[in-house]
Every structure is written in structure tokens, then in C-alpha cells.
């Protein structure tokens, strides 16, 4: 595991965005994955930056959501599909075609999670995975559960979740929050390349120390990865604690 401290949120999204950014200069067509969150909003800030500096071409990169709400459809500017298209997807070179999210609209929740399962089989494994931490430890919305995940999912979100989402999304109205998203698979996001964690906040420093200095366990889903051969954790002063960066090897 490496640890990329930084002292500001600023500091710590271009460090973010700058491995991204080279890991598509040294492979073009590469596969990344992508999360969706307050967190991960300076980083496509600087990737968009980079695009329209001439320094960054997407037009080869395939792309993988994390998560999506079930219910929401991609127009909904709650989804996630919407997050990423204002975000990122519009405002860059990247074949829209060749971005995927879990499908919100598909009712069957078995059916959203083995088509979606079925894409990320199609595409193999991911060259980086980019993950923010939520408050309870959980990666995509895989939350804290008896056993970890292998596929995806279709989740039942925490109240803490719903609670974290509705007071930095949907209006601060926990009611509009929905209750069950579909999310990537633990397996899946273990078979990545590399897996950078971004965390920045001092609301996320408690659960990063548990994740990274902890016992590995499916109730911080976030631990497993501790057995990742090459984790990447970016965050700011206020979420990397000291302990953090000594656990680093
Ligand atoms: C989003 C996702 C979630 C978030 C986590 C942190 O696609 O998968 O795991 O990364 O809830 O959210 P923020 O960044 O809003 O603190």
C-alpha cells in the first residue's frame, strides 16, 4: 500500500488525477473505474482540465461505474449515470458508448446485477479503480455485512448512508434518498490493477485508520482491501491520519 498525503483537498484531487492521467498517456485504451460522490469531484475537475489543456485524450478509454441507484434513470440529476455525465463524460473525449453504469431502471434487481456482472466479465479486469470510503467503510455501496460480496448487487443502503447522500445530494431531503442501489461486486473491485482510495475530510479519518490499520473484516468492507497487492490511498491531513501512513509499505 502507498499513502499520497497532501495538505488540501485541491492538493490531494490533482495528485488523484495526475495517476489517472498516467495511466491513460501510458496505455490509451485502458479500463478504469469510476466512483461517483462529493469526493471525487476535484479530480475529474483537474482530468476535464487536463482534456481541454490538449494533455489528456479519452477517446480510447472504457470506463466502469461503481454504483447506481435502483429507480433512478440516467436523466435523473440524482443518478449516477447524470454525476458523471456533468461531471466528466460531457465535458471530455470519452465514446459515451464505452462508459458503463449499472442499469437503475431495470426493476429486476437479479437481472440488473447479472447484466451488469455479464459487462465487467466482457471488459476482464480493470487497470485502476477509483473509490471514495463512505462513513461506515463502504466501498461502491457495498456496506458493513456478515460476508464480503463477490458480485454485484443489489444493496439495502444504511441510514447512515442515506442520511451522508441526502445532506450532500438530493436537496438535504433524506425522504427523495432512494433505499437500494445495485452495486459493483468486492470481487470485482479486488481484481483491479491498481485500486486508488480517496479519502479527504476530517469526517473520514476515523473510518480510513479502521480500514487500513484495522482487523480485515466485511463490516469495513474498506479493510479488504489491505490484501490488495498495490492500493493507492490519496487523501488530505485531515483524513490521512499518522497511523495511516506508517501502515503504508
Ligand atoms: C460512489 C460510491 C461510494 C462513495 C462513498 C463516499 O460511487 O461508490 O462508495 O465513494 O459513499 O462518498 P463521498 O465521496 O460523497 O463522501
Known amino acids: ?14 495528485a488523484c488525477a495526475e495517476l489517472i492521467a498516467s ?5 490509451p485504451d485502458c479500463k478504469i473505474g469510476l466512483a461517483t460522490g462529493s469526493t471525487p469531484v476535484g479530480t475529474y475537475k483537474a482530468l476535464v482540465d487536463m482534456y481541454k489543456a490538449g494533455s489528456l485524450d479519452f477517446s480510447k478509454v472504457t470506463s466502469a461505474n ?28 470519452i ?6 453504469v449499472p442499469n437503475g431502471l431495470e426493476a429486476d434487481a437479479e437481472k440488473a446485477c447479472t447484466d451488469y456482472d455479464k459487462i465487467l466479465e466482457s471488459l476482464g479486469h480493470l487497470d485502476i479503480q477509483l473509490l471514495g470510503i463512505g462513513g461506515d467503510g463502504h466501498i461502491g455501496f457495498n456496506e458493513p455485512a456478515d460476508a464480503f460480496c463477490v458480485n454485484t448487487q443489489c444493496i439495502d ?39 486508488i482510495l480517496m479519502a479527504t475530510g476530517a469526517g473520514k479519518k476515523d473510518i480510513v485508520e479502521k ?20 492500493v493507492v490511498v490519496i487523501g488530505d ?5 499518522d497511523a495511516v501512513v506508517a501502515a503504508a509499505k
Not at 237 to 241: Q, T
Open 95 to 100: 465514446d459515451k458508448n464505452k462508459t458503463y
Open 157 to 195: 443502503l444504511e441510514e447512515q448512508t442515506i442520511k451522508d447522500n441526502a445532506r450532500l445530494f438530493f436537496n438535504g431531503d433524506m425522504s427523495a434518498v432512494p433505499t437500494q442501489a445495485y452495486t459493483m461486486g468486492i470481487g470485482y473491485i479486488m481484481k483491479s490493477e491498481t485500486v
Open 66 to 93: 461503481l454504483d447506481e441507484y435502483r429507480g433512478l434513470g440516467g436523466d435523473h440529476d440524482q443518478s449516477y449515470r447524470y454525476f458523471m455525465n456533468t461531471n466528466l463524460f460531457d465535458h471530455v473525449n
Open 23 to 27: 495511466q491513460i498517456r501510458l496505455k
Open 211 to 230: 480500514a487500513f490499520c484495522g482487523p480485515v473484516t466485511p463490516y469495513v468492507p474498506a479493510s479488504i482491501l489491505q490484501l490488495h497487492p498495490n
Open 1 to 14: 500500500m502507498r499513502v499520497i498525503r497532501k495538505s488540501t483537498y485541491e492538493e490531494a484531487s490533482m
Open 237 to 241: 491531513e485531515a483524513a490521512i491520519s
